[in-house]
């Protein structure tokens, strides 16, 4: 893989993306489950009779990257 004519580490490359994608992974469900446990207490209402709406944008930082994943959380 190449980015501006430098090779790049390709196994140093994946570990550190595949680490960065487990740190978003594991904080965001620790984030949503906080919500959903303690939501209530603090105002929040759950649109749909027990759907939780959600988004999550990845950019990177003096890029165009814009990548938006949508979807709803049951939870009954």
Known sequence: MKTD?????EDRF????RRFLKQV???SQ????ALVR???QHGAQ????????VRMVLTAEGTGLRHV?????DLR
């Not at 004519?5 to 580490?9: A, F, H, P, V």
């Not at 994943?69 to 959380?73: L, Q, T």
Request: aromatic share 4%; glycine share 12%.
């Open 5 to 9: 004519n430098k090779s790049l580490d």
């Open 14 to 17: 994946n570990l550190s993306l």
């Open 25 to 27: 992974g594991i904080t």
């Open 30 to 33: 620790r984030e949503i489950e």
């Open 38 to 40: 303690d939501g209530e």
């Open 46 to 53: 759950f649109a749909d009779g027990g759907k939780l709406k």
């Open 69 to 73: 994943i949508e979807d709803d959380i």
